[in-house]
């Protein structure tokens, strides 16, 4: 990554007055923790700024600073600086058409990790190879010589491990793990992040999960796996947070290319998940054939229809 871009994006954030900082619908953990990590370097500055997710956020992330600053709804509208983190497309922020249409006088910062889907950004600090948003936030805090204090150091920590599964998707570099350790020397609490990120599941969601196990058929001529969760099997206490580590989990199944995840989602239409630990094979393709994106190795789309059990199998109908 050229490290000029890195002094660019911070020039840009000290010249800004009103700053809106968001990331996609659904946020994961990397994504909430990179918004709080710019919050926390926007409050070292003194700048006036807004956390927005277009979703209300009940991850269990209390530990992260600034997390209980995020909002739903806008506080201003006038916002000379966006900043747009973890999406490959503006539009996954979900951001009010008129939050977005006060150019010449509002620029978009884009800073993230997955492929790019289109783009409205006006700076973007793009890095499909990197395991987390936030492993890109750690070279832009080098970069501009900004001291990484606890609370950034937990918010790195906490996008790379949410990300890399605890470091077990091959995203996971020996750049990730460094920084990693040099997290944890800087004050990250590990057991307290694998507690409310990993150890978090509840019964109802691990029966969830298990109902996605026992499904588990291998196409023969393709080698992949495939399950399907119909809506039904999802209680409404089960959260999206709670069923986002299943296809990472069923990507340890031994000797398949690949596997994907069919999910019904409660408003019809059918979530796929893709992934593979195959160095040679790319789930991203598929992803976008069907509309969807991500990275190489986890990858995801959304299709309207239904699922149909068919004689050795599941169809989208
Ligand atoms: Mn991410």
Sequence with gaps: MNASLYTKAFTLINSSKNILVSTHEHPDGDALASVCLIAEILSLLNKKYSLYCYDQINYQ???????????????????DLIIILDCGDVERAKLNKEILSR???????????????????????????AAATTEILYYFL????????KDMANCILTGILTDTGNFLYPST???????ASEMLTNGAKLPQIIENTWRNKSIASMK?????????????????????????????????EELEGISGFLSNLSAVNGIMLLRQL????????????????????LARALGGGGHTKASGFTVEGNLEKTANGWKIE
Excluded at 108 to 126: G, V
Excluded at 219 to 238: H, M, R
Aim: charged content about 30%; aromatic content about 8%; glycine content about 4%.
């Design 61 to 79: 992330l209390n530990f992260l600073p600034h997390i209980d600053e995020f909002k739903n709804y806008y506080e201003s509208f006038d916002f």
């Design 103 to 129: 150019k010449p006088n509002q620029l978009i910062l884009e800073i993230d990790h997955h492929q790019k889907m289109k783009d409205c950004a006006d700076l973007e600090i793009r890095d499909s190879t």
């Design 142 to 149: 080098k970069a501009n010589k900004i001291k990484i204090n």
């Design 173 to 179: 570099s020996s750049e990730t793990v460094n920084i």
């Design 208 to 240: 969830t999960w298990g109902k996605a196990m026992s499904r588990l058929k291998i196409n023969q001529q393709y080698n992949f796996g495939f399950t399907i969760l119909k809506s039904q099997d999802v209680p409404a206490e089960v959260t999206e």
């Design 266 to 285: 409660p408003d019809g239409k059918i979530k796929g998940s893709l992934r593979t630990s195959k160095p040679n094979v790319d789930v991203s393709k």
